[in-house]
Nanobody
Framework: QVRLIESGGGLVQAGDSLRLSCAASGRPGTGYAMGWFRQAPGKEREFVAT????????YYADSVKGRFTISRDNAKNTAYLQMNSLRPEDTAVYHC?????????????????????WGQGTQVTVSS
């Protein structure tokens, strides 16, 4: 069973930066894509960013494009989300997700159903 654990959330002011990490354990295998999603209070969970297995293909939601950067270190089975110029509307619980093996090839994985494994989430709160 693959387990994903997020870290790095917190309370920051508008304009600040945070770096989220997502560590995968339990033999995640190879070839999987990783993604970040977020859920704000009273709203549905939404796509934020995704990265393919090699790290050469990244895709972002329009709302975070130019401010957030997704990356990964396959040797550590870890994905990251660097969040700059944070805004109050970025306040949410951020979840990382991983596809099954081979899901990290082909088109960008932006839909929740494309992901097999999910973390519990880390809270990001941005004050104005």
């Amino acid at each position: 069973q693959v387990r994903l654990i997020e870290s790095g959330g917190g309370l920051v002011q508008a304009g600040d930066s945070l770096r989220l990490s997502c560590a995968a354990s339990g033999r995640p295998g190879t070839g999987y894509a990783m993604g970040w999603f977020r859920q704000a209070p009273g709203k549905e969970r939404e796509f934020v960013a995704t990265i393919n297995w090699t790290g050469g293909n990244k895709y972002y939601a329009d709302s975070v494009k130019g401010r957030f950067t997704i990356s990964r270190d396959n040797a550590k089975n870890t994905a990251y989300l660097q969040m700059n110029s944070l805004r109050p509307e970025d306040t949410a619980v951020y979840h990382c997700a991983a596809t099954g093996a081979l899901g990290g090839w082909g088109s960008a994985r932006t839909r929740q159903y494309e992901y097999n494994y999910w973390g519990q989430g880390t809270q990001v709160t941005v004050s104005s």
